[in-house]
């Protein structure tokens, strides 16, 4: 059964840089065809996407943040990580971290999901 | 960017009865070389992740009762949950990913009345 689990610091002051990793288990992130993504929810409200990386490395971002998000992946130890430069508490929100299936048809949907942790922006 | 609109924003429905969530793309996401609607369908209960209940606007996810079916095609879809049960209180959002810039709806709270 895959399992995601997204790591990393819950509390950034403003103007860093947030920096949250998704370890996968039970499949690997090099498998053809699938896409990995992070998508954030700040409290209370609905559910934004942030980034994808796919199995081949190439990466895709949100508009509203492309100059501020790098998506990476590290193969070796199968995981993904996302990084938020300049943060402002409009950036406080649960991060989760997902899979796509992907594949020929391009199914971006996302079928698993971490748990999510709760990232604060705040001095 | 595709602009997702659902409606409504909030719905009680009694036990046992239908619940009925549009949602509305600013533009097709239709594919026509494979006749395939590039919309989702997420369920998200207090504290959870969302879960995926329907892909292709109408496929439902391995495991999903089959009392929740999606339809629609272009820019107007619906998901309904043809018979309320309690565990169907949730937060539905819909997603389109006909593009990789995917954006989804604001999100409809479903309650018990």
């Known amino acids: 059964q895959l399992q995601l689990q997204e790591s990393g610091p819950g509390l950034v002051k403003p103007s860093e840089t947030l920096s949250l990793t998704c370890t996968v288990s039970g499949g690997s992130i090099s498998s053809t065809n699938y896409y990995w993504g992070w998508i954030r929810q700040p409290p209370g409200k609905g559910l934004e996407w942030i980034g994808t990386?796919?199995?081949?490395?190439?990466?895709y971002s949100s508009p509203s943040l492309k100059s501020r998000v790098t998506v990476s992946a590290d193969t070796s130890n199968n995981q993904f990580s996302l990084k938020l430069s300049f943060v402002t508490a409009a950036d406080t929100a649960v991060y989760y971290c997902?899979?796509?299936?992907?594949?020929?048809?391009?199914?971006?949907?996302?079928?698993?999901w971490g748990q999510g942790t709760l990232v604060t922006v705040s001095s | 960017d595709i602009v997702m609109t659902q409606s409504p924003d909030s719905l009680t429905v009694s036990l046992g009865e239908r619940a009925t969530i549009n949602c509305k793309s600013s533009?097709?996401?239709?594919?026509?070389?494979?006749?395939?609607?590039?919309l989702a369908w997420y369920q998200q209960k207090p504290g959870q992740p969302p879960k995926l209940l329907i892909y292709w606007a109408s496929t439902r996810e391995s495991g999903v009762p089959d009392r929740f079916s999606g339809s629609g095609s272009g820019t107007d879809f619906t998901l309904t949950i043809s018979s309320l049960q309690a565990e169907d209180v949730a937060v539905y959002y819909c997603q389109q990913y006909s593009t990789n810039l995917y954006t989804f709806g604001q999100g409809t709270k479903l309650e018990i009345k």
């Open positions: 997902a899979r796509l299936p992907g594949g020929t048809q391009k199914s971006w949907y996302f079928d698993y």
């Open positions: 533009q097709s996401v239709l594919y026509s070389p494979n006749n395939k609607n590039y």
């Open positions: 990386i796919s199995y081949s490395g190439s990466t």
